[in-house]
Every structure is written in C-alpha cells, then in structure tokens.
C-alpha cells in the first residue's frame, strides 16, 4: 500500500485510503510508522510543521482504522507534530467523538481548512499535547 503525500503550505498531506480494516491496517500501520521515522524526524521535518491526515474519502470508520489513527498521534505527538485530521462525514465524525479522539485532535472538514487552521488558532502550543501522558 502506498500511501499518497505532499507538503503544503507547511503541513504534510496524507491521503488515507477511504476503508481501513483489519486486512489492511497492520501494513498501513507500519507505511505511517516509516513516514513518521523518515519525513517527520525533528532533522528531516524541512520546515514541515503539522500533518494533515485526510480522510474525507472514508464513507465510515472502523475501529481498526481508529486504532491506526491513534497511534499515528501518539507518534506525531512525541515528535511536537501537530496532527489535523480531515473527516467530512458526519458518522465519521461520530466515531471520532464516541472514542474520545475528538477531544485530542483538530477536525475539519475540508484539507483547505485543516492547512489553515494552525494559523488562526496559533496552533501549537496545547491541543495536540491533550493526550499526552507526563
């Protein structure tokens, strides 16, 4: 599986495939662990300061793809990389707040508003450390 990428305006764009399950969820696992070691190492960032993950195209959101998702921000966030996540579907949404993930991360509904959000809110400084354990 390869994922697709691009940096924008600052932020990394991660395309996520639209159906994450349990056939599928340890490899993409592994392809966000490998980005997160190569593109978003604090020397390798190149300017890159917040990871958009794109999941707008996703119809639903199982808890395999949760699980992915959560670990995705646990690295992200003990790498100081601020995490946005596009989901423009209202059950995806509700999976999101029903796990408690909405509490921890930024949703958008479009990759436009995600990449514009940090400037705004002068993003970060708190919100994706939410989560995080001292």
Known sequence: MMLHTSVRQGCLVVEMPPEVDIGNAEPLR??????????????????VSAVVVDWAAAPFLTMAGVAVLDDLRQRLVERGVVVRVVASRRVVRAVLRIVGLADVL???????QALTAGKASGEGRGRPEIGKSS
């Open 30 to 47: 592994w392809e966000l662990g490998e980005m997160c070691r190569t593109r978003l190492d604090r020397a390798a960032r190149d300017g």
């Open 106 to 112: 930024a949703i958008h509904d479009t990759v436009e």
